[in-house]
């Protein structure tokens, strides 16, 4: 286990509903990032946040939005859900030491599901 | 922007039998990275190739990463049902602010 954990587990919403899904990074690592896996598919890049400042975007609209807090977990929250907004919701940590985007070994946390119906 | 594929999707082996996965992007890489998602599971990291040509070994794995920085190669020796995952292969472009584009995955089944 990578000690990265998520919250809620699974989570069944309709379209237009706003959700907030959770993330605890590993002890000790600063950044925190955030995909979208579909099914079959592989994980797509929203952002990432290093000490509390995004720090590198994917192309997702703006409706996808997200804060880090001072303990570094993190939060995704995304508004006006759509149907295609179904998908495994992934958090990653790592440690990072520069602004311009961490991407060394992450460290993925089991996901949380959503169903938009 | 920049694509990251795979081939093959899917691969059926039986146990034994070698297996290699290869990734090739539209883009020169900075570095690329390699994990694997067991079924129901989240990625996890296999390995970091920064260098031109650069060869790691883990075990039966063995990783390669394109003279151009642009290909990279998985090879697993003599499966084992252990192996059965999707392979994902993920790079960054070179510019400061390039994120960490993803292909798709190879799906490998190994039969005993």
Known sequence: ?????????????????????????QSGHNTVSWYQQALGQGPQFIF???REEENGRGNFPP????????????????NALELD??????????????QRGN??????????????? | GQQ???????????????????????TTLSNIQWYKQRPGGHPVFLIQL??????????????????AKKNSSLHITATQTTDVGTYFCA?????????????????LLVSP
């Open chain 1, 85 to 98: 907004d179904s998908a495994l919701y992934l958090c990653a940590s790592s440690l990072g030491g520069g």
């Open chain 1, 1 to 25: 286990e990578t000690g990265v954990t998520q919250s809620p587990t699974h989570l069944i919403k309709t379209r237009g509903q706003q959700v907030t899904l959770r993330c605890s990074s």
């Open chain 1, 103 to 117: 991407y060394n070994e992450q460290f993925f946390g089991p996901g949380t599901r959503l169903t938009v119906l």
């Open chain 2, 91 to 107: 790079g960054r472009g070179t510019s400061g602010y390039s994120t960490l584009t993803f292909g798709k995955g190879t799906m």
């Open chain 2, 50 to 67: 920064v260098k031109s040509g650069e060869v790691k070994k883990q075990k039966r794995l063995t990783f390669q990463f394109g003279e």
């Open chain 2, 4 to 26: 990251v594929m795979q081939i093959p999707q899917y691969q059926h082996v039986q146990e034994g039998e070698d297996f290699t996965t290869y990734c090739n992007s539209s």
């Open chain 1, 48 to 50: 990432q946040y290093y």
């Open chain 1, 63 to 78: 409706r996808f939005s997200g804060l880090q807090f001072p303990n570094y977990s993190s939060e995704l929250n995304v």
